[in-house]
């Protein structure tokens, strides 16, 4: 019993001091320098749509991360860029949206491994 015991609280610690792997790209978009592209060749030309696109090609498997502030604004802006990478080849599956996870005004697209989704 006391070796199971110690065990698990192993098993608790190794989980805690091991962090979490870091995104393999992560661009950072402000509300006040956004405006929508016009066309898929306009958004494809974004930086930011531009390397999160590349990272995401460079290894099968990856996936991204669209974290927003929350609330109804960050939530729709979270939607029309997630249909920018969906339009520009990164499958709907391969998104995953997350309120909550950044500053008012502000989007986070995080690249991620394959092992490391949440």
Do not use: F, N
Request: proline content about 5%; glycine content about 8%.
């Amino acid at each position: 019993m006391a070796r199971r015991v110690a065990l698990a609280l192993t098993g608790a610690l190794l989980l805690v001091a091991v962090p979490a792997q870091a995104a393999v790209s992560k661009e950072e978009v402000a509300a006040s320098e956004w405006k929508a592209p016009a066309s898929v060749e306009e958004a494809a030309a974004r930086p930011a749509l531009h390397r999160t696109l590349a990272a995401y090609l460079r290894k099968p498997g990856r996936w991204v991360r669209l974290a927003h502030a929350g609330g109804a604004a960050g939530s729709a802006w979270a939607q029309d860029m997630r249909s920018w990478l969906i339009t520009l080849g990164i499958p709907a599956d391969r998104i995953q949206i997350d309120p909550g996870l950044t500053d008012s005004g502000r989007l986070t697209l995080a690249v991620h491994e394959e092992g490391d989704q949440l």
